[in-house]
């Protein structure tokens, strides 16, 4: 069983920056893709990001491209760093860890972000 632990949510200004960051228990966390996904109340969750094991590739969701990064360590952390924030930023976000062959899936409980303008 892998635990994600989520922080640096809050309360953050338009055109303000945060980082998200993420901490996995897990034993070779080189094991997983990691990848984080935000949700608002009514909608489906979608993607904002993901890093493949040792931070070979990266991807982004449009909304977020070009105006994000994702990086991880080797202590088991994952960040999710966005710049010019806006109120469409607002959301709860989630880190997740999947398995390289794709069989597992871990969540983590998710951390508030909201965008005041």
């Known amino acids: 069983q892998v635990q994600l632990v989520e922080s640096g949510g809050g309360l953050v200004q338009a055109g303000g920056s945060l980082r998200l960051s993420c901490t996995a228990s897990?034993?070779?966390?080189?094991?997983?893709?990691m990848a984080w996904f935000r949700q608002v109340p009514g909608r489906e969750r979608e993607f904002v990001a993901s890093?493949?094991?040792?931070?070979?590739?990266t991807d982004f969701a449009d909304s977020v491209k070009g105006r994000s990064g994702i990086s991880r360590d080797y202590a088991n952390s994952v960040f999710l760093d966005i710049d010019s924030l806006r109120p469409e930023d607002a959301a709860v976000y989630y880190c997740?860890?999947?398995?390289?062959?794709?069989?597992?899936?871990?969540w983590g409980q998710g951390t508030q972000v909201s965008v005041s303008s």
């Open positions: 897990v034993r070779t966390f080189s094991d997983y893709t």
């Open positions: 890093i493949t094991p040792y931070g070979r590739s």
């Open positions: 997740q860890a999947q398995s390289i062959a794709g069989e597992f899936v871990y």
